[in-house]
Nanobody, 119 residues
Framework: QVQLVESGGGLVQAGGSLRLSCAAS????????RGWYRQAPGKQRELVGT???????DYADSVKGRFTISRNLAKNTVYLQMDSLKPEDTAVYYC?????????????WGQGTQVTVSS
């Protein structure tokens, strides 16, 4: 079992930046990737991006060039750096741990953290 705890959400003005953190504990040897999802009110949950290995990342088109996923393997922590934030980035952001083969399948979820971008 893997437990995920997110932190770093909050309120920011458009154009600003936030960094989310996701600390993992426990173990599951099937896990080979971490991912961030988000869900805005009234919208479907969206995969923001994933990271496999030390630094192999992939992003949704909506955040490419603005968001960066990184990880600290020693701390078992993944980060989501969000720059040039827009009001449409407002959502609850979820950290996940999962399996990435050809596509990413989350297996564990964090509790979510609210990000609100004001215009």
């Amino acid at each position: 079992q893997v437990q995920l705890v997110e932190s770093g959400g909050g309120l920011v003005q458009a154009g600003g930046s936030l960094r989310l953190s996701c600390a993992a504990s426990g173990s599951d040897f099937s896990i080979n990737a971490r991912g961030w999802y988000r869900q805005a009110p009234g919208k479907q949950r969206e995969l923001v991006g994933t990271i496999t290995g030390p630094a192999n990342t992939d992003y949704a088109d909506s955040v490419k060039g603005r968001f960066t996923i990184s990880r600290n393997l020693a701390k078992n922590t993944v980060y989501l750096q969000m720059d040039s934030l827009k009001p449409e980035d407002t959502a609850v952001y979820y950290c996940t741990a999962g399996i990435h083969v050809y596509t990413y399948s989350p297996k564990y979820w964090g509790q979510g953290t609210q990000v609100t971008v004001s215009s």
